[in-house]
């Protein structure tokens, strides 16, 4: 059984930074393509990120140049560096493997003065 939490988020003003952490079990971590994902109030849930099991990445375009993801294979755990946050990046943070599984609890991230 995979199971993903989600960690990290919490309220910060614009143009502040925060580090999400996604600590997986229950699979082989260092072959599985990590993804980050986001569901603001009322949207759908959004891709956001990804990387690969040999480390290369992808992001969306609304978070290219702000965000990074990164895995630490030794700690089964990815992460998203998150710089110059916006409001419109106020959403529940997910992350998921691919292909997905059972989704966790997400973490609030909450971007306000």
């Known amino acids: 059984q995979v199971q993903l939490v989600e960690s990290g988020g919490g309220l910060v003003q614009p143009g502040g930074s925060l580090r999400l952490s996604c600590a997986a079990s229950?699979?082989?971590?260092?072959?599985?393509?990590m993804d980050w994902y986001r569901q603001a109030p009322g949207k759908q849930r959004e891709w956001v990120a990804r990387?690969?099991?040999?480390?290369?990445?992808n992001y969306a375009d609304s978070v290219k140049g702000r965000f990074t993801i990164s895995r630490d294979n030794g700690k089964n755990t990815v992460y998203l560096q998150m710089n110059n946050l916006k409001p419109e990046d106020t959403a529940v943070y997910y992350c998921?493997?691919?292909?997905?599984?059972?989704w966790g609890q997400g973490t609030q991230v909450t971007v306000s003065s």
């Open positions: 998921n493997k691919q292909p997905t599984t059972t």
């Open positions: 229950g699979t082989i971590f260092s072959i599985n393509t």
């Open positions: 990387i690969r099991s040999g480390g290369s990445t």
